[in-house]
């Protein structure tokens, strides 16, 4: 079992910027990438990023490139998610999620084995 914790969400307006921590425990020899998904009220759950563990490959839903960052620390098992230019469209609870073998569907939630409680992101206009 790996354990997620996120924390660093909060309420900002818009144009603010925000840095989401991930910070994993347990089995964290399983993780070969992290992810960072979100969920609108009476929405599905969307990709936003995803890194790999090892290479630190990172891949971006279309919209946030350019505004978003994903990184990591290995040595602290923790995945951040730096968000600058936030807009209301940003608003959501945001999850981190590990994915212990690696699979090309970086997009989908499904492939993804371990979740976080979520952490909640609103930006006011």
């Known amino acids: 079992q790996v354990q997620l914790v996120e924390s660093g969400g909060g309420l900002v307006q818009a144009g603010g910027s925000l840095r989401l921590s991930c910070a994993a425990s347990?089995?964290?020899?399983?993780?070969?990438?992290m992810g960072w998904f979100r969920q609108a009220p009476g929405n599905e759950r969307q990709f936003v990023a995803r890194?790999?563990?090892?290479?630190?490959?990172?891949t971006y839903a279309d919209s946030v490139k350019g505004r978003f960052t994903i990184s990591r620390d290995n040595a602290k098992n923790t995945v951040y998610l730096q968000m600058n230019s936030l807009t209301p469209e940003d608003t959501a609870v945001y999850y981190c999620a590990v994915q212990a073998s690696y699979s090309w569907r970086y997009s989908d939630m499904t492939e993804y084995d371990y979740w976080g409680q979520g952490v909640q992101v609103t930006v006011s206009s």
């Open positions: 347990g089995r964290t020899f399983d993780n070969n990438a």
């Open positions: 890194i790999t563990w090892t290479s630190g490959r990172t």
